[in-house]
């Protein structure tokens, strides 16, 4: 059987959220480490400006959407933390800034 | 690539039955979108996080046992797979999907035979303030303590209805969050007329109870949220007693302050890829033989995917469909005799599902009581008074509604919308048709058109889409982002019109019949119009469960999902015979 094996360090990294700095575990989701640090919402939406985060935890829902590194629309609940991510709050579809 | 036998979905039915047809020689390979196997009953914290046993895993036992069972299989794990279709034609099956975390490039795999086992996804019914941060579903607060062993605040309360909130306020309880209640919309008085069916769950329900004790969590029963309260989140949830007609009882109003809200009220199967296939429904369920087998041939499905029913059933499910699908591939009729067992637990399971199901309706008149000003579709942001200002203008089903307001058309096509559209319309929940079961970036669309094109073969014998380069951007994305990539992208077979499998409405089976799902309407992709917003102060930030921190495991006592009797005990058993047992309908 084949089966992806996670970094295995078990070594906090950090990764960035709107310019600060937040301390990361090897496989928690962006989702989970913003949770972990306090944030409980990094998207607002289109119409209303209205703040959200998770609601389904399991991808169905894409109310966690979440800019990484640059790129609009990643569900935050099933993208994988990585060393160095740059997460910053979604503004509506994200691609207006 | 290509292989016998591609099970969609690596959860319970999915690892059962892929080992079950490995078992007898077949090549199968078992995908899904998760990192691991395990779906959302077994999920456990990522390797990486290096604390498993940190949080109470569900059947404990039989997780390892499959685990185990897998890595001594010759069963293919292909984990980050997002399918996101499945096509039939004379050659066999194509299965594609997309890789993640990134989800640029699609990859496809041929094989004779498709399992899907692609599970469920909670209910939620909406309510003023659903939409704060610190609102989750039940089984998503549980999935991020599973996983990411975090919680969404230091005090929550559990609410909604169904089986699957015990489990959540017992893990969050025993992770060390305060439950400051569980509120149950359910009458116990109901209860004894399913106390036959139920019997079997009473040691477990028991189990339960224990534990709500032991951590002082308050059990609100005929109780419901009518409010959650907050500005930018979550402060703290208004509950209210229900009378005999499921109305909330005047003065019986009060606030709960809280952080976080896991509420839940059902489940309901993903059937996207089953529909594309064209197989048939058995209401929101996909229907299947005594085999698990679809109507449509080389297609078989289990698990949650035919019906919310947990783990057990699922598993049973998988070993049924894994050992007739063996069977049936080498041209050979199966002998039912051989899985007597699992077929009594899946006859047991399906039993004890359906009087769960009825004990554990949401309340009635749910719509009613929505005020207009709460949003209905979180996506596109519809609240309930454009609903019915939608109905009033003559929209007669929740698709018209939709096309009138939006409802339904955003990221998520409507799966977490559908119910709450159901309760404020009065129009019955229809299963909705979805070309795609998941946003497919319209450069993956493109490059399997165009890949397909140049082959000269319309079906099934390009190269695979994979080849293509990713776009630059991710771009519109067909589905939710940008659906006129639906309607106007050619898909990997050519139009959408040419691919579609028949789908012939059946004698009584309720068959949507709306001709936007073939087509959707296109959507324009808004600018935004608001100016960007600081992000709120974070007064109650969530609280995190340092892996060296958390409690000592539990007693083993089962962690259940829905409706799931005890798996490691009720898991099929294949040796011990048993004589066939005559089958439940479905």
């Not at chain 2, 004790?213 to 959650?228: C, I, K, N």
């Not at chain 2, 209401?283 to 449509?296: K, W």
């Not at chain 2, 591939?329 to 599902?353: C, N, Q, S, Y």
């Not at chain 2, 012939?504 to 089976?509: I, K, L, M, N, S």
Request: hydrophobic share 35%; glycine share 12%.
């Amino acid at each position: 059987m084949k089966t992806p094996e996670g970094d295995g360090t078990g070594r906090a990294f950090e990764v960035t959220f709107d310019g600060r700095s937040v301390e990361a575990l090897p496989g928690r989701t962006v989702a989970a480490v913003l949770w972990a640090a306090g944030v409980t919402s990094w998207r607002t939406t289109r119409d209303g400006g209205r703040p959200r985060g998770v609601f389904c935890g399991i991808g169905v829902c894409f109310d966690c959407l979440v800019t990484v590194n640059g790129r609009p629309n990643q569900r935050a609940c099933l993208v994988p933390v990585r060393p160095g991510d740059v997460i910053r709050t979604q503004e509506g579809t994200g691609h207006e800034d | 690539m290509r292989t016998d036998l591609a099970v969609i979905g690596a959860g319970p039915a999915g690892i059962a039955a892929a080992l079950a047809a490995a078992r007898r020689g077949i090549r199968v390979a078992l995908v899904d979108a998760a990192t691991g196997p395990g779906g959302q009953y077994f999920r456990r914290p990522a390797p990486g996080l290096d604390a498993e046993g940190a949080v109470p895993q569900h059947g404990r036992r039989t997780w390892t046992r499959l685990r185990d069972a897998l890595a001594a299989s010759t069963v293919d794990v292909r984990p980050e797979h997002h399918v996101w279709c499945v096509e039939r034609d004379s050659g066999g099956l194509t299965v594609h999907a997309l890789l993640g975390p990134e989800q640029r490039e699609s990859v496809e795999l041929r094989a004779d035979a498709v399992l899907l086992a692609t599970g469920g996804y909670e209910t939620v019914l909406p309510f003023p303030g659903w939409t704060l941060p610190g609102v989750v579903t039940a089984g998503g607060g549980q999935a991020m303590l599973k996983g990411g062993l975090v919680t969404p605040g230091g005090t929550v309360v559990v609410a909604g209805t169904g089986p699957l909130l015990l489990p959540v306020a017992t893990g969050l309880a025993s992770a060390g969050v305060r439950v400051a209640a569980l509120v149950e919309s359910t009458d116990p008085a109901r209860l004894p007329r399913q106390t036959r069916a139920l019997a079997g769950k009473l040691p477990e329900a028991a189990g339960y109870a224990a534990r709500l004790l032991r951590h002082r969590v308050p059990v609100l029963t005929r109780h419901t949220v009518v409010r959650a309260h907050g500005v930018d989140r979550l402060t703290g949830v208004t509950v209210a007693a229900l009378d005999a007609r499921d109305r909330v009882r005047p003065g019986t109003e009060r606030l709960l302050p809280c952080d976080a809200l896991a509420v839940g009220h059902g489940m309901l199967p993903h059937t996207d890829l089953a529909e594309t296939l064209g197989c048939r429904l058995d209401g929101h369920a996909v229907a299947v033989d005594a085999e698990q087998r679809t109507d449509v041939p080389g297609v078989w499905a289990a698990g949650e995917a035919t019906g919310i029913g947990g783990a057990a059933l699922a598993l049973a499910e998988g070993h049924i469909a894994g050992r007739s699908i063996a069977a049936r591939l080498r041209g050979t009729a199966p002998d039912p005799a051989a899985w007597a067992p699992a077929a009594k637990v899946r006859a047991r399971g399906r039993t004890v599902a359906a009087a769960l199901h009825a004990l554990h309706t949401p309340p009635a008149h749910w719509g009613e009581g929505v005020p207009d000003d709460t949003v209905i579709c979180r996506c596109e942001e519809v609240t309930a008074g454009a609903v019915r200002e939608a109905v009033t203008l003559g929209a007669g089903d929740t698709r018209t509604v939709k096309l009138l307001t939006r409802a339904g058309m955003g990221w998520c096509q409507g799966r977490m919308c559908a119910p709450g559209m159901a309760a404020v319309t009065g129009c019955p929940p229809t299963p909705t048709r979805r070309p795609f079961a998941r946003p497919v970036p319209l450069g993956v669309l493109a490059a399997g058109h165009e890949g397909r094109s140049r082959s000269g073969a319309p079906d099934g014998a390009g190269p695979s889409v994979g080849a293509a380069a990713p776009p630059e951007d991710e771009g519109p994305q067909a589905g939710p982002a940008g659906p006129q990539g639906v309607s106007e992208s050619p898909g990997p077979h050519g139009p959408a019109e040419e691919r579609r499998p028949h789908r012939e409405p059946r004698p009584g089976t309720p068959t949507p019949s709306d001709p936007t799902a073939q087509q959707l309407p296109p959507q324009e992709l808004r600018p935004q119009e608001l100016p960007p917003q600081e992000l709120p102060p974070q007064e109650l930030p969530p609280q995190e469960l340092p892996p060296q921190e958390l409690p000592p495991q539990e007693p083993p006592l089962q962690e259940g999902a829905p409706a799931s009797p005890r798996p490691s005990e009720s898991a099929p058993r294949p040796t011990r015979p048993h004589p066939p047992t005559p089958e439940g309908s479905p």
